[in-house]
């Protein structure tokens, strides 16, 4: 394989495979924006509660797509899941995005996670970058104003999880189940530095950029382990690591994410200092890595529990975390990484059938169809970023 086959392919799998699948099973007619939810046995569940992350997950993918390959099919997408965001998940009484709605669009879950919001600002940003649309920067400039506001900590640093509808203090402030209760977490910084620097690439505020050179330092100071080059997961409020587990995903997946906040801001001091770490962090990554070319979920230090499935979005970020290895460091081993990666994906993960991606490859190598094809954690921005990083970088 080459570059040229690797973009030929991707785009063919991001138009013909990922983005109709989501058009045409996932669009709700009846009650408006998109379902929430199609079983991983390919059954839709019409009255399944609406999540803000797989809302705000379509609306940067065909936002971003349009802005790449100027279909009106992705633009009426993602001006359809900007109108659902605005008009049903933002609260226009305290600010901020609601978490779930229900079926109908009424507010389900009413607490303000900060994962959250960040989504709806990297989505709105991403529909104004390919629009111009003036009303969409208008919102994502509202909820960094949010996130600021009630989510900042100026005191210790960082961001905490959650807070509730009236920006209160949350007992459970936990993203997910699988997660800790800490107040600060690497996946929240994570997804506030992506949307900060989307943001960022079209509304140049210095209290923005002063944010996101701030985040950029929080990851090269409190959240990646210098011993190891993985990133810590879950902290205290005074930025102590607790419970240490390896996410070779998002080791990936931040090291190109910080690269790329590092190059959209433009600071050539920042860029010096985090470029050896991008590849410090992408060779940790690379422990996950199997004989055929895929990336293991996570595992423990003293591997005492690992999780060796598959996962969908694990692959993605392989993939783009390694081409991004090969276009900036000049990486050839880190391309034939990514072309390994993207045989196993065509091997084993898409869903040629019913269109999508599966959730994961199980480690005997059996497909899971127990956890979702579509739904609140399984969006099309993971597979259909990949595929958009890699027709963007090799145009």
């Known amino acids: ?49 609406k999540g803000a992350i797989l809302n705000a997950r379509i609306l940067w993918t065909f936002s971003s797509a349009y802005r790449l390959l100027k279909k009106e099919e992705y633009l009426a997408t993602a001006t359809r899941a900007k109108r659902y965001i605005i008009d049903h998940f933002y609260d226009d009484e305290f600010g901020g995005i609601y978490w779930s709605l229900d079926y109908q669009g009424r507010p389900l879950d009413t607490k ?94 210095p209290r923005l950029e002063k944010q996101l050179r701030n985040l950029i330092t929080l990851f090269v100071d409190r959240i990646l382990n210098i011993n190891t080059g993985h990133l810590e997961l879950f902290f205290s409020d005074d930025w102590v690591s607790k419970h240490h587990i ?58 005492s529990k690992t999780d060796t499935d598959c996962h969908w979005w694990v692959q993605a970020e392989n993939i783009v975390g390694h081409v991004n290895l090969y276009q900036h460091f000049d990486d050839e081993v880190s391309l034939q990484k990514a072309f390994r990666c993207w045989e196993f994906i065509k091997q084993h993960l898409i869903d040629y059938k019913n269109g999508e991606w599966h959730w994961s490859v199980r480690a005997d190598g059996t497909v899971n169809t127990a956890d979702d094809k579509a739904g609140f954690w399984k969006c099309p921005y993971h597979n259909g970023r990949m595929c958009i990083e890699i027709i963007e970088r090799f145009s």
């Open 246 to 303: 390896i996410s070779y995903g998002h080791d990936i997946e931040a090291s190109w994410l910080i690269h790329e906040a590092a190059l959209v801001l433009g600071d050539a001091a920042v860029l010096e200092k985090v470029e050896p770490l991008v590849e410090y962090i992408a060779a940790a990554a690379a422990e996950g890595l199997t004989p055929e070319g895929s990336m293991i979920y996570e595992t423990f230090p003293d591997k």
């Open 1 to 49: 394989m080459d570059v040229k086959t690797l973009k030929q392919e991707v785009q063919e799998e991001l138009v013909a495979n990922i983005l109709p699948y989501w058009i045409n099973k996932m669009t709700d007619e009846v009650n408006g924006g998109f379902y929430g939810r199609i079983t991983g046995k390919e059954k839709l569940m019409p009255e399944a509660e």
């Open 112 to 205: 303000k996670q900060i994962y959250a919001l960040g989504f709806g600002i990297y989505g709105l940003s991403e529909y104004h970058r390919a629009t111009g649309d003036e009303e969409a920067l208008a919102y994502a400039i509202r909820l960094f104003e949010s996130i600021e506001a009630h989510s900042f900590d100026p005191v210790k640093n960082g961001y905490c999880e959650a807070l509730t509808r009236q920006w209160g203090e949350m007992a459970d402030m936990r993203l997910s189940a699988k997660d800790e209760n800490e107040r600060k977490t690497m996946n929240t910084h994570l997804h506030i530095l992506e949307p900060y620097t989307n943001l960022f690439r079209v509304w140049k505020d």
